[in-house]
């Protein structure tokens, strides 16, 4: 009896020797779910949550994944790149970046060259590869007697001018006047900021009927048009100075008078330019005023007409 005891205490002891030789790493990997993470300290795995959390431009998209990180506006570059928006206030077609003037639509890259004073084509350069001089107007372009062949020396151009009267000794604002000018609200030019250069108002009937022989015709064709030239009256409706009265081309249901009175000329504006108040005209108050060539001045650049202008 004791003899068996002693055999199955031995058998016991013998087993349990067996089972701790057995892998315990691996009972313990058949008992894990497969889904388990890894604890192993000696790993090192980055936190990328932890590097991305930054928003500089506070546009609620982390720093890591904004290509514009310190513009607000945007999230990646774009056409102009990051702090300049894409946008094109002038609706020339050119984005702000690319245009030279982004408030101008006649200033944009490929853009013709005129003669204007502006850099319409913007290459840094204004008004070249142009004959401004053939124009002459200041603001490049002629309303009147619009055919340079048949007319090189006397152009008719609209505009306005804040400066008033005739008699002014030479162009106020840089010839940056005309309805197309850079100042076409006229203000601070007089008119012969109208004019190109090499070009003055015309001075006399005389001047005008030298370059346009054949009269007035070209010149406008709408009503309620005028283009002055210098010479005005002293009082009896002649061009024989004084400042009485303002003469010139033009279309004034009121004044049209006979060509014995100013050489070629076929208008004239008289009783403080009341027939052409509507036009932006403004040459003094009263219909017995006989100060119209001093007090003359035009607000609107866009009707209404303006100046004949004579080449040098």
Same mark, same amino acid.
């Given at each position: 009896?004791?003899?068996?005891?002693?055999?199955?205490?031995?058998?016991?002891?013998?087993?349990?020797?067996?089972?701790?030789?057995?892998?315990?790493?691996?009972?313990?990997?058949?008992? %894990?779910?497969?889904?388990?993470?890894?604890?192993?300290?000696?790993?090192?795995?980055?936190? #990328?949550?932890?590097?991305?959390?930054?928003?500089?431009?506070? +546009?609620?998209?982390?720093?890591?994944?904004d290509g514009c990180p310190d513009d607000a506006l945007k999230i990646e570059p774009m056409v102009c790149g990051c702090g300049v928006p894409d946008e094109d206030s002038d609706d020339d077609g050119s984005l702000v970046c690319n245009d030279c003037d982004d408030t101008d639509p006649?200033?944009?890259?490929?853009?013709?060259?005129?003669?204007?004073?502006?850099?319409?084509?913007?290459? #840094?350069?204004?008004? &070249?590869?142009?004959?401004?001089?053939?124009?002459?107007?200041?603001?490049?372009?002629?309303?009147?007697? %619009?055919?340079?062949?048949?007319?090189?020396?006397?152009?008719?151009?609209?505009? =306005?001018?804040?400066?008033?009267?005739?008699?002014?000794? !030479?162009? =106020?604002? !840089?010839?940056?006047?005309?309805?197309? @000018?850079?100042?076409?609200?006229?203000?601070?030019?007089?008119? #012969?900021?109208?004019?190109?250069? +090499?070009?003055?108002?015309?001075?006399?009937?005389?001047?005008?009927?030298?370059?346009?022989?054949? @009269?007035?015709?070209?010149?406008?064709?709408?009503?309620?048009?005028?283009?002055?030239?210098?010479?005005?009256?002293?009082?009896? @409706?002649?061009?024989?100075?004084?400042? &009485?009265?303002?003469?010139?081309?033009?279309?004034?249901?009121?004044?049209?008078?006979?060509?014995?009175?100013?050489?070629?000329?076929?208008?004239?504006?008289?009783?403080?330019?009341? +027939?052409?108040? +509507?036009?932006?005209?403004?040459?003094?108050?009263?219909? !017995?005023?006989?100060?119209?060539?001093? #007090?003359?001045?035009?607000?609107?650049?866009?009707?209404?007409?303006?100046?004949?202008?004579?080449?040098?």
């Amino acid at each position: 009896m004791t003899r068996l005891l002693l055999l199955v205490g031995a058998l016991s002891l013998g087993c349990a020797i067996d089972r701790s030789g057995l892998n315990v790493e691996n009972d313990a990997s058949r008992d %894990a779910s497969p889904d388990t993470p890894s604890t192993d300290v000696g790993t090192d795995v980055p936190d #990328e949550d932890a590097s991305c959390t930054g928003d500089r431009d506070g +546009d609620l998209v982390v720093d890591c994944l904004d290509g514009c990180p310190d513009d607000a506006l945007k999230i990646e570059p774009m056409v102009c790149g990051c702090g300049v928006p894409d946008e094109d206030s002038d609706d020339d077609g050119s984005l702000v970046c690319n245009d030279c003037d982004d408030t101008d639509p006649s200033q944009f890259p490929g853009n013709p060259e005129v003669c204007d004073g502006r850099d319409n084509d913007c290459n #840094e350069s204004v008004d &070249d590869g142009v004959d401004c001089a053939e124009a002459g107007c200041a603001d490049g372009s002629r309303e009147g007697f %619009a055919d340079t062949e048949r007319y090189p020396g006397i152009a008719a151009c609209s505009g =306005a001018w804040s400066i008033p009267g005739l008699a002014v000794g !030479g162009p =106020a604002c !840089g010839r940056q006047a005309g309805n197309d @000018g850079l100042q076409a609200d006229g203000s601070g030019c007089n008119v #012969e900021d109208l004019c190109a250069v +090499d070009w003055h108002v015309c001075a006399s009937p005389a001047e005008v009927g030298s370059l346009a022989p054949d @009269g007035c015709g070209a010149a406008t064709s709408s009503p309620n048009t005028f283009y002055l030239q210098r010479t005005s009256s002293a009082g009896r @409706g002649v061009c024989d100075g004084g400042n &009485d009265d303002i003469f010139g081309c033009g279309m004034i249901a009121t004044s049209t008078m006979p060509q014995e009175m100013c050489g070629l000329l076929n208008a004239r504006a008289c009783c403080s330019c009341r +027939d052409l108040r +509507d036009q932006g005209w403004a040459c003094g108050t009263g219909s !017995g005023n006989s100060n119209e060539a001093a #007090e003359v001045t035009k607000t609107d650049p866009r009707q209404g007409g303006g100046v004949l202008c004579c080449h040098d």
